[in-house]
Protein backbone atom coordinates (compact mmCIF):
# COMPACT_ATOMS: atom_id res chain seq x y z
CA UNK A 1 0.00 0.00 0.00
CA UNK A 2 1.12 3.39 -0.85
CA UNK A 3 0.69 6.62 1.21
CA UNK A 4 -2.49 8.01 1.84
CA UNK A 5 -3.11 11.59 0.77
CA UNK A 6 -5.63 14.01 0.94
CA UNK A 7 -6.28 16.99 -1.44
CA UNK A 8 -8.89 19.67 -0.58
CA UNK A 9 -9.66 21.62 -3.91
CA UNK A 10 -8.93 18.28 -5.86
CA UNK A 11 -11.41 19.74 -8.73
CA UNK A 12 -8.96 22.95 -9.21
CA UNK A 13 -6.31 23.66 -11.24
CA UNK A 14 -3.86 22.48 -8.70
CA UNK A 15 -5.51 19.50 -7.21
CA UNK A 16 -6.26 17.83 -10.23
CA UNK A 17 -1.99 17.95 -11.66
CA UNK A 18 -1.22 17.37 -7.35
CA UNK A 19 -3.59 14.13 -7.74
CA UNK A 20 -2.69 12.83 -11.03
CA UNK A 21 1.23 13.55 -9.97
CA UNK A 22 0.55 11.88 -6.66
CA UNK A 23 -1.28 8.84 -8.51
CA UNK A 24 1.99 8.38 -11.01
CA UNK A 25 3.66 8.31 -7.44
CA UNK A 26 1.64 5.30 -6.04
CA UNK A 27 -0.41 7.56 -3.59
CA UNK A 28 -4.10 6.83 -2.64
CA UNK A 29 -5.52 9.94 -3.08
CA UNK A 30 -8.71 11.06 -1.23
CA UNK A 31 -10.28 14.36 -2.79
CA UNK A 32 -12.69 16.90 -1.30
CA UNK A 33 -15.18 18.48 -3.77
CA UNK A 34 -17.87 20.36 -3.30
CA UNK A 35 -21.41 19.29 -4.26
CA UNK A 36 -22.97 20.99 -7.29
CA UNK A 37 -25.88 20.71 -9.31
CA UNK A 38 -23.81 20.93 -11.91
CA UNK A 39 -20.48 18.29 -13.74
CA UNK A 40 -17.57 20.31 -12.06
CA UNK A 41 -14.88 17.49 -12.29
CA UNK A 42 -14.23 18.24 -16.32
CA UNK A 43 -10.13 18.75 -14.64
CA UNK A 44 -9.98 15.32 -13.27
CA UNK A 45 -12.29 13.12 -15.39
CA UNK A 46 -9.61 11.37 -17.25
CA UNK A 47 -8.35 9.96 -13.35
CA UNK A 48 -11.47 9.49 -12.30
CA UNK A 49 -12.33 6.21 -10.90
CA UNK A 50 -15.99 4.39 -10.69
CA UNK A 51 -16.88 3.72 -7.33
CA UNK A 52 -17.14 -0.14 -8.28
CA UNK A 53 -13.52 -0.17 -9.24
CA UNK A 54 -11.51 -2.74 -7.41
CA UNK A 55 -8.52 -1.29 -5.73
CA UNK A 56 -9.59 1.73 -6.13
CA UNK A 57 -6.84 4.54 -5.61
CA UNK A 58 -8.82 7.69 -6.71
CA UNK A 59 -11.45 8.51 -4.48
CA UNK A 60 -13.68 11.54 -4.09
CA UNK A 61 -15.48 12.63 -1.20
CA UNK A 62 -17.82 15.82 -0.71
CA UNK A 63 -16.85 18.04 1.63
CA UNK A 64 -16.58 22.27 2.10
CA UNK A 65 -13.82 23.87 4.52
CA UNK A 66 -16.79 25.88 5.94
CA UNK A 67 -18.26 22.20 7.43
CA UNK A 68 -15.69 21.37 10.51
CA UNK A 69 -17.96 18.76 11.15
CA UNK A 70 -17.61 17.01 7.49
CA UNK A 71 -14.19 17.45 7.37
CA UNK A 72 -13.33 15.58 10.74
CA UNK A 73 -15.40 13.04 9.35
CA UNK A 74 -13.66 12.43 6.24
CA UNK A 75 -9.82 12.94 7.68
CA UNK A 76 -11.26 10.39 10.14
CA UNK A 77 -11.88 7.75 7.85
CA UNK A 78 -9.42 8.34 5.66
CA UNK A 79 -6.40 8.32 7.90
CA UNK A 80 -4.17 10.40 5.35
CA UNK A 81 -0.76 10.72 5.63
CA UNK A 82 -0.32 13.79 3.33
CA UNK A 83 -3.42 16.61 3.44
CA UNK A 84 -2.73 19.16 0.50
CA UNK A 85 -5.12 22.36 1.83
CA UNK A 86 -5.62 23.87 -2.09
CA UNK A 87 -9.19 24.37 -1.69
CA UNK A 88 -10.13 28.38 -1.61
CA UNK A 89 -12.75 31.07 -2.82
CA UNK A 90 -9.05 31.78 -5.09
CA UNK A 91 -9.93 34.92 -6.94
CA UNK A 92 -8.99 38.33 -5.60
CA UNK A 93 -11.07 40.37 -7.41
CA UNK A 94 -14.35 38.26 -6.43
CA UNK A 95 -13.06 38.57 -2.48
CA UNK A 96 -13.99 42.14 -2.17
CA UNK A 97 -17.74 41.28 -3.25
CA UNK A 98 -17.67 37.87 -0.75
CA UNK A 99 -15.28 38.91 1.90
CA UNK A 100 -17.50 36.92 4.59
CA UNK A 101 -17.01 34.22 2.94
CA UNK A 102 -13.67 33.96 1.44
CA UNK A 103 -12.74 34.43 5.65
CA UNK A 104 -15.15 31.60 6.35
CA UNK A 105 -13.26 28.96 3.51
CA UNK A 106 -9.55 30.64 3.08
CA UNK A 107 -8.91 31.42 7.03
CA UNK A 108 -10.91 29.66 9.67
CA UNK A 109 -11.34 26.81 6.69
CA UNK A 110 -7.23 26.02 7.43
CA UNK A 111 -8.49 26.27 11.46
CA UNK A 112 -10.50 23.90 10.71
CA UNK A 113 -8.60 21.17 9.44
CA UNK A 114 -5.58 21.89 11.66
CA UNK A 115 -8.58 20.93 14.74
CA UNK A 116 -9.33 17.91 13.22
CA UNK A 117 -5.90 16.46 12.63
CA UNK A 118 -5.70 17.66 16.32
CA UNK A 119 -8.73 15.95 17.60
CA UNK A 120 -8.08 12.33 15.81
CA UNK A 121 -4.54 12.13 17.39
CA UNK A 122 -3.30 12.15 14.30
CA UNK A 123 -0.48 14.67 14.79
CA UNK A 124 2.29 12.10 14.35
CA UNK A 125 0.93 10.44 11.41
CA UNK A 126 -0.30 13.51 9.42
CA UNK A 127 1.88 15.76 7.57
CA UNK A 128 -0.05 19.10 6.30
CA UNK A 129 0.53 21.77 3.32
CA UNK A 130 -1.27 25.09 2.97
CA UNK A 131 -1.39 26.62 0.25
CA UNK A 132 -0.49 30.31 0.99
CA UNK A 133 -0.18 32.99 -1.40
CA UNK A 134 2.29 35.76 -2.92
CA UNK A 135 -1.08 38.20 -2.46
CA UNK A 136 0.10 38.37 1.23
CA UNK A 137 2.95 40.15 0.41
CA UNK A 138 0.67 42.93 -1.09
CA UNK A 139 1.79 46.20 -1.09
CA UNK A 140 5.21 44.67 -1.11
CA UNK A 141 7.78 45.80 1.61
CA UNK A 142 11.11 44.81 -0.40
CA UNK A 143 11.91 43.10 -3.92
CA UNK A 144 12.37 40.60 -4.27
CA UNK A 145 10.19 38.78 -1.58
CA UNK A 146 11.80 35.93 0.84
CA UNK A 147 10.39 33.57 3.39
CA UNK A 148 11.48 36.98 5.75
CA UNK A 149 9.78 39.34 3.38
CA UNK A 150 6.72 41.40 6.13
CA UNK A 151 3.41 40.67 4.89
CA UNK A 152 1.01 43.61 3.63
CA UNK A 153 -2.62 41.80 2.50
CA UNK A 154 -4.53 44.25 0.11
CA UNK A 155 -7.64 42.18 -0.26
CA UNK A 156 -10.02 39.96 1.61
CA UNK A 157 -8.57 37.19 -0.12
CA UNK A 158 -5.14 37.64 0.67
CA UNK A 159 -5.96 38.81 4.31
CA UNK A 160 -7.98 35.46 4.94
CA UNK A 161 -5.10 33.75 3.49
CA UNK A 162 -2.72 35.85 6.12
CA UNK A 163 -5.10 34.30 9.08
CA UNK A 164 -4.36 30.47 7.41
CA UNK A 165 -0.45 31.02 7.35
CA UNK A 166 0.02 31.77 10.55
CA UNK A 167 -2.59 29.68 12.24
CA UNK A 168 -0.43 27.12 10.52
CA UNK A 169 2.49 28.28 11.79
CA UNK A 170 0.83 28.65 15.47
CA UNK A 171 -0.39 24.92 15.22
CA UNK A 172 3.23 23.46 14.21
CA UNK A 173 5.04 25.53 17.13
CA UNK A 174 1.80 24.88 19.93
CA UNK A 175 1.30 21.09 19.23
CA UNK A 176 4.49 19.97 17.14
CA UNK A 177 3.08 19.28 13.93
CA UNK A 178 4.27 18.87 10.66
CA UNK A 179 2.90 21.59 9.13
CA UNK A 180 4.15 24.19 6.14
CA UNK A 181 3.27 26.88 3.91
CA UNK A 182 3.90 27.07 0.63
CA UNK A 183 3.64 30.64 -0.41
CA UNK A 184 3.42 30.04 -4.20
CA UNK A 185 3.73 33.11 -6.41
CA UNK A 186 1.32 32.75 -9.56
CA UNK A 187 1.05 29.56 -11.53
CA UNK A 188 -0.61 29.18 -14.83
CA UNK A 189 -1.62 26.04 -16.50
CA UNK A 190 -4.42 25.01 -19.44
CA UNK A 191 -6.89 24.29 -16.43
CA UNK A 192 -6.45 27.85 -15.04
CA UNK A 193 -10.10 29.59 -14.68
CA UNK A 194 -11.63 31.01 -17.18
CA UNK A 195 -12.12 34.46 -14.97
CA UNK A 196 -8.06 34.17 -14.20
CA UNK A 197 -5.84 36.69 -16.06
CA UNK A 198 -3.94 34.66 -17.96
CA UNK A 199 -6.72 32.34 -19.06
CA UNK A 200 -8.93 35.65 -20.20
CA UNK A 201 -6.03 36.24 -22.30
CA UNK A 202 -5.17 33.19 -23.60
CA UNK A 203 -8.29 32.15 -24.54
CA UNK A 204 -9.34 35.40 -26.16
CA UNK A 205 -6.68 35.86 -28.44
CA UNK A 206 -7.83 32.33 -29.49
CA UNK A 207 -11.06 33.84 -30.48
CA UNK A 208 -9.58 36.89 -31.73
CA UNK A 209 -7.72 34.79 -34.29
CA UNK A 210 -10.51 32.56 -34.77
CA UNK A 211 -13.15 35.65 -35.45
CA UNK A 212 -15.02 34.67 -32.77
CA UNK A 213 -14.59 37.88 -30.88
CA UNK A 214 -13.34 40.71 -31.61
CA UNK A 215 -11.84 42.41 -28.39
CA UNK A 216 -11.14 41.95 -24.81
CA UNK A 217 -10.94 44.03 -21.96
CA UNK A 218 -9.13 44.12 -19.26
CA UNK A 219 -7.95 45.88 -15.98
CA UNK A 220 -4.27 47.43 -14.54
CA UNK A 221 -2.23 46.22 -17.66
CA UNK A 222 0.77 47.44 -15.68
CA UNK A 223 -0.20 45.13 -12.75
CA UNK A 224 3.53 43.12 -12.84
CA UNK A 225 3.28 39.20 -11.83
CA UNK A 226 5.57 36.12 -11.26
CA UNK A 227 4.08 33.49 -13.43
CA UNK A 228 5.06 29.81 -13.62
CA UNK A 229 3.28 26.55 -14.65
CA UNK A 230 1.12 24.74 -12.01
CA UNK A 231 3.19 21.39 -13.23
CA UNK A 232 6.68 22.45 -11.81
CA UNK A 233 4.87 24.53 -8.56
CA UNK A 234 2.59 20.64 -7.34
CA UNK A 235 6.12 19.49 -7.58
CA UNK A 236 7.28 22.02 -4.66
CA UNK A 237 3.63 20.93 -2.39
CA UNK A 238 4.97 17.37 -2.71
CA UNK A 239 8.31 18.24 -2.14
CA UNK A 240 7.72 20.70 1.30
CA UNK A 241 6.02 17.64 3.16
CA UNK A 242 8.98 15.06 2.39
CA UNK A 243 11.48 17.39 3.99
CA UNK A 244 12.17 15.68 8.08
CA UNK A 245 10.95 19.24 9.39
CA UNK A 246 8.16 21.50 8.70
CA UNK A 247 8.84 25.00 7.19
CA UNK A 248 7.76 27.60 4.89
CA UNK A 249 8.77 28.22 1.22
CA UNK A 250 8.65 31.19 -1.32
CA UNK A 251 7.88 28.91 -4.75
CA UNK A 252 8.54 31.25 -7.46
CA UNK A 253 10.36 31.89 -10.86
CA UNK A 254 12.10 35.09 -10.13
CA UNK A 255 11.23 36.77 -13.15
CA UNK A 256 8.26 39.21 -12.75
CA UNK A 257 6.25 40.60 -15.98
CA UNK A 258 3.52 43.36 -16.72
CA UNK A 259 -0.16 42.30 -17.89
CA UNK A 260 0.42 44.36 -21.03
CA UNK A 261 3.70 41.93 -21.69
CA UNK A 262 1.47 38.65 -21.35
CA UNK A 263 -1.18 39.71 -23.42
CA UNK A 264 1.45 40.86 -25.71
CA UNK A 265 3.26 37.77 -25.53
CA UNK A 266 -0.31 35.97 -26.25
CA UNK A 267 -0.88 37.42 -29.30
CA UNK A 268 2.88 37.12 -30.49
CA UNK A 269 3.09 33.32 -29.79
CA UNK A 270 0.69 32.33 -33.49
CA UNK A 271 1.89 35.52 -34.94
CA UNK A 272 -0.14 38.36 -34.53
CA UNK A 273 1.85 42.09 -33.73
CA UNK A 274 -0.36 44.44 -31.59
CA UNK A 275 0.76 48.00 -30.02
CA UNK A 276 -0.69 49.83 -27.57
CA UNK A 277 -1.01 53.37 -26.93
CA UNK A 278 -2.99 55.88 -24.72
CA UNK A 279 -2.90 55.71 -20.78
CA UNK A 280 -5.31 54.71 -17.72
CA UNK A 281 -8.71 53.92 -18.59
CA UNK A 282 -7.96 54.99 -21.99
CA UNK A 283 -5.63 52.41 -23.18
CA UNK A 284 -5.85 50.40 -26.02
CA UNK A 285 -3.95 47.98 -27.99
CA UNK A 286 -4.52 47.76 -31.81
CA UNK A 287 -3.22 44.33 -34.42
CA UNK A 288 -0.73 46.16 -35.78
CA UNK A 289 0.61 43.37 -38.30
CA UNK A 290 1.18 39.28 -39.20
CA UNK A 291 3.61 36.86 -39.32
CA UNK A 292 1.82 35.04 -41.89
CA UNK A 293 3.66 31.89 -42.13
CA UNK A 294 3.45 31.62 -38.08
CA UNK A 295 -0.29 32.69 -37.83
CA UNK A 296 -0.93 29.61 -40.56
CA UNK A 297 1.32 27.05 -38.58
CA UNK A 298 -0.56 28.09 -35.56
CA UNK A 299 -3.87 28.85 -36.35
CA UNK A 300 -4.53 27.68 -40.15
CA UNK A 301 -4.78 29.24 -43.81
CA UNK A 302 -8.70 29.64 -43.24
CA UNK A 303 -8.39 32.15 -41.15
CA UNK A 304 -5.98 34.21 -41.83
CA UNK A 305 -7.95 37.03 -44.74
CA UNK A 306 -9.86 37.40 -41.51
CA UNK A 307 -6.91 38.22 -39.20
CA UNK A 308 -5.55 40.31 -42.15
CA UNK A 309 -8.82 42.28 -42.70
CA UNK A 310 -8.76 43.21 -39.05
CA UNK A 311 -5.58 44.88 -39.22
CA UNK A 312 -5.56 48.50 -37.56
CA UNK A 313 -8.63 47.41 -35.87
CA UNK A 314 -8.79 47.91 -31.13
CA UNK A 315 -8.75 44.12 -29.90
CA UNK A 316 -7.85 45.16 -26.20
CA UNK A 317 -9.27 47.96 -24.23
CA UNK A 318 -9.70 48.42 -20.07
CA UNK A 319 -12.45 48.41 -18.28
CA UNK A 320 -12.40 50.35 -14.59
CA UNK A 321 -14.65 47.70 -13.82
CA UNK A 322 -11.99 45.25 -13.68
CA UNK A 323 -9.76 47.34 -11.17
CA UNK A 324 -9.25 46.32 -7.71
CA UNK A 325 -10.01 48.74 -4.92
CA UNK A 326 -6.65 47.89 -3.65
CA UNK A 327 -4.12 46.96 -5.95
CA UNK A 328 -0.97 44.63 -6.16
CA UNK A 329 1.49 46.44 -8.37
CA UNK A 330 4.36 43.98 -8.18
CA UNK A 331 5.26 41.03 -6.91
CA UNK A 332 8.42 38.53 -7.80
CA UNK A 333 9.44 36.00 -5.50
CA UNK A 334 12.91 34.66 -4.45
CA UNK A 335 12.81 30.81 -4.48
CA UNK A 336 16.44 30.44 -3.35
CA UNK A 337 14.96 28.35 -0.20
CA UNK A 338 12.77 25.86 -2.32
CA UNK A 339 15.83 25.40 -4.83
CA UNK A 340 18.64 24.71 -2.09
CA UNK A 341 16.58 22.85 0.84
CA UNK A 342 13.81 21.08 -2.00
CA UNK A 343 16.41 20.49 -4.96
CA UNK A 344 13.61 22.05 -6.72
CA UNK A 345 13.93 23.62 -10.37
CA UNK A 346 10.65 24.67 -12.54
CA UNK A 347 11.13 23.19 -16.04
CA UNK A 348 8.69 25.77 -17.58
CA UNK A 349 9.66 29.26 -18.40
CA UNK A 350 7.16 31.65 -19.39
CA UNK A 351 7.20 31.70 -22.67
CA UNK A 352 7.06 27.87 -22.51
CA UNK A 353 3.83 28.30 -20.43
CA UNK A 354 2.36 30.64 -22.93
CA UNK A 355 2.77 27.95 -25.74
CA UNK A 356 1.50 25.41 -23.37
CA UNK A 357 -2.21 27.36 -22.17
CA UNK A 358 -2.37 29.13 -26.25
CA UNK A 359 -2.30 25.38 -28.19
CA UNK A 360 -4.84 24.24 -25.51
CA UNK A 361 -7.09 26.96 -26.39
CA UNK A 362 -6.64 27.51 -29.84
CA UNK A 363 -8.04 23.67 -29.82
CA UNK A 364 -10.85 24.53 -27.25
CA UNK A 365 -12.20 27.84 -29.76
CA UNK A 366 -11.52 25.99 -32.68
CA UNK A 367 -13.82 23.10 -31.18
CA UNK A 368 -16.77 26.09 -30.49
CA UNK A 369 -16.20 27.09 -33.83
CA UNK A 370 -16.51 23.91 -35.60
CA UNK A 371 -19.67 23.52 -33.47
CA UNK A 372 -21.27 26.28 -34.06
CA UNK A 373 -20.90 26.18 -37.68
CA UNK A 374 -22.49 22.62 -37.48
CA UNK A 375 -25.22 24.49 -35.46
CA UNK A 376 -25.96 27.14 -37.66
CA UNK A 377 -26.36 24.85 -40.36
CA UNK A 378 -29.33 22.69 -38.40
CA UNK A 379 -31.08 25.52 -37.99
CA UNK A 380 -30.57 26.28 -41.73
CA UNK A 381 -31.92 22.75 -42.77
CA UNK A 382 -35.00 23.11 -40.47
CA UNK A 383 -35.44 26.84 -41.41
Do not use: C
Not at 85 to 106: C, I, R
Amino acid sequence: MGKVALITGVTGQDGAYLAEYLLHLGYIVHGLKRRSSMFNTDRIDHIYQDPQTSDRRFILHYGDLTDSLNLTRIIGETQPDEIYNLAAMSHVKVSFDTPEYTANADGIGVLRILEAVRLLNLVKKTRIYQASTSELYGLVQEVPQTESTPFYPRSPYAAAKLYGYWITVNYREAYGMHASNGILFNHESPLRGETFVTRKVTRAVSRIALGLQDKVYMGNLSARRDWGHAKDYVRAMHAILQQDEPSDYVIASGITTSIRDFITMAFAEIGLHVEFNGEGADEQAILAGLDTELFRLKVGDEYLDSALQRRGEVVVGVDPHYFRPTEVDLLIGDARKARTQLGWEPHYDLPALITDMMTNDLKLMKKESYLRAGGYEILNYFE
